[in-house]
């Protein structure tokens, strides 16, 4: 039965649909429900013009077959990148006045710490641990640190990296950090660049969280919010397998506000507000 939705521009059959449905989770993890279908034919749409296609049917077997760089331009339509500075704010004061304690002490004989922000986006988490990890600098002053930041949407990676936001996206923060960790961009009026003191802290990479991770660890912290909702129950199990498998106990995890935990694995134990701990 072909379905017509609200934009009369092509027609999302049945079985378009169950195509892209699968093709996405193949691909990202994300298992798209039926409420989700209006959503893929309005960023979807967007490259069947670009391509000069005439079909979804046509737009399936060119992402079928693997063709140039559209797999890529797919996971970027379908990715979620909704943010903002210390978002979930809760997460970042427990990180200042726990984790990086805790870290200081239990790594004084190699001053070395890794975190990792699994699902970057734009930047702004990144960049607010970084904040955090940099207000503690007694702590961590002349210490090996270093944030690995990744994103699935090579897009958003590539903005995270630039460290550049408008006046808007740094509503948010408070007039102290906002003067000690932006620079005014001479080029452009109401633009912010992040200060060098933090960008430096951060790598930015594109990631796929199904794909090999080459990344050996072990990370002291990982930020992974608002990322596994979107995945079903198995492909979280996998996920979270590999993350243990990167920390020592006693290393830190951060989920997002509508995540949990539960019959998903047993390496972690509740700290927190949808903050877990590894256990041995």
């Known amino acids: 039965m072909n379905t017509r939705l609200t934009a009369q521009e092509f027609v999302l059959t049945d079985s378009d649909f169950d195509r892209l449905r699968t093709i996405v989770r193949g691909l990202t993890g994300i298992a798209l429900a039926d409420s989700k279908r209006e959503l893929v034919y309005g960023r979807l749409a967007r490259r069947l ?35 903002s500075f210390f978002r979930e704010k809760y997460h970042f004061d427990q990180l200042a006045a726990e984790a990086l304690p805790y870290l200081a002490a239990c790594r004084a004989s190699t001053r070395r710490v890794r975190l990792w922000s699994a699902g970057c986006s734009t930047g702004e988490e990144p960049y607010s641990i970084a904040m955090v990890v940099r207000e503690a600098q007694q702590s961590f002053a002349g210490w090996d640190v270093r944030l690995l930041a990744t994103d699935i949407d090579s897009n958003v990676v590539e903005t995270a990296a630039a460290g550049i936001y408008t006046a808007d996206r740094l509503k948010g923060l408070d007039a102290q950090r906002l003067a000690r960790w932006f620079r005014p961009c001479a080029e452009a009026t109401q633009k912010y ?82 903050v877990y701990r590894r256990t041995d």
């Open 49 to 83: 013009r670009k391509l000069n296609l005439s079909s979804f049917s046509e737009y399936c077997a060119m992402v079928e077959a693997g063709h140039g760089d559209e797999l890529q331009e797919l996971t970027n339509a379908m990715t979620t990148n909704l943010t």
């Open 193 to 274: 660049k992040v200060a060098d003191d933090i960008a430096s802290l951060i790598t930015f990479r594109q990631l796929n969280l199904l794909d090999a991770w080459p990344v050996r660890g072990p990370f002291d912290v990982i930020f992974c919010r608002n990322v596994t909702i979107y995945f079903d129950k198995d492909t979280q199990r996998q996920l979270f397998e590999r993350m243990a498998a990167l920390q020592e106990p006693g290393a830190w995890l951060f989920i997002g506000h509508s995540e949990n935990l539960f019959n998903v694995t047993q390496h972690y134990k509740s700290v927190g507000r949808t």
